[in-house]
C-alpha cells in the first residue's frame, strides 16, 4: 500500500511553507493567508477558483455592506 494520494494532497502546503516565511511583513502573511482561505473553500464548495475569485471582485466595489455574506463561497452562485 502506497498513500501517494496524501503527500500529493499535502505537497502545495509543504512547499508552500518554506516561501510563505518570506512574506515581507506580518501584514502581508495575514492577507496571503486570507486569499488562500477563500481559494481553498472554493475548492471545497465546488467551485472554480478563478471564476470565484473573477466574480466577487468586480461585484464586491458594488455590493451592499449588508449583502457581503451572499459572496462567500458557501452561499456563491456562478453567474449564468
Do not use: C
Request: a positive charge; hydrophobic letters at 45%; zero cysteines.
Amino acid at each position: 500500500m502506497d498513500n501517494n494520494w496524501i503527500e500529493n494532497q499535502i505537497r502545495p502546503i509543504a512547499i508552500g511553507r518554506n516561501n510563505w516565511l518570506f512574506a515581507g511583513s506580518l501584514r502581508a502573511g495575514q492577507r496571503a493567508a486570507a486569499v488562500m482561505t477563500l481559494i481553498q473553500s472554493a475548492r471545497l464548495n465546488g467551485h472554480d477558483p478563478y471564476a470565484y475569485l473573477k466574480d466577487v471582485l468586480a461585484r464586491l466595489p458594488t455590493q451592499r455592506v449588508s449583502l457581503v455574506h451572499e459572496l462567500l463561497p458557501h452561499r456563491w452562485f456562478a453567474p449564468s
